[in-house]
């Protein structure tokens, strides 16, 4: 198995582990993620280091593959400038993304929007693993 395989396979499963628990229950998952992830600005510096590990890894998965390579350049770049930016200013940051929360919990019949988005998550991240494991 090569580096983009094992990338896309990480970053699927990663997806699914995240985005699985709003479908189930939305309520819940967004009042974690507020009081465990974006309630200060220490833990909403945590959460930029996600993608900054996983932007570490396209690099070095580009390295590797000559054709796709200056593709999964320009994603691993865009996602560690999103993820510093998050990582260097989380106190212009972390509002919006507590705005984003409030929208999505109030919105909609029973946590409709935030069901929706697991379920979108979910179908996506599958369709990394199975990228990961047959297609590439």
Do not use: W
């Not at 054709?67 to 510093?84: C, D, E, K, P, R």
Request: with cysteine; aromatic share 12%; proline share 5%.
């Amino acid at each position: 198995m090569d580096t983009p395989s094992t990338v896309c396979i990480g970053l699927g499963i990663l997806i699914i582990v995240v985005r699985a628990p709003q479908m189930f229950a939305p309520h819940a998952t967004l009042r974690f993620s507020r009081r465990h992830l974006l309630s200060t600005d220490a833990q909403f510096r945590k959460v930029g280091l996600i993608p900054i590990i996983f932007a570490i890894a396209i690099v070095y998965a580009a390295l590797h593959v000559p054709i796709m390579g200056a593709l999964l350049a320009v994603v691993a770049s865009v996602v560690t400038l999103a993820a510093l930016l998050m990582f260097g200013f989380p106190s212009l940051f972390r509002p919006f993304f507590l705005n984003i929360l409030d929208y999505v919990e109030r919105s909609g019949h029973y946590g409709l929007i935030a069901r929706t988005h697991g379920f979108l998550g979910v179908i996506i991240g599958v369709a990394l693993v199975y990228v990961g494991f047959y297609v590439i």
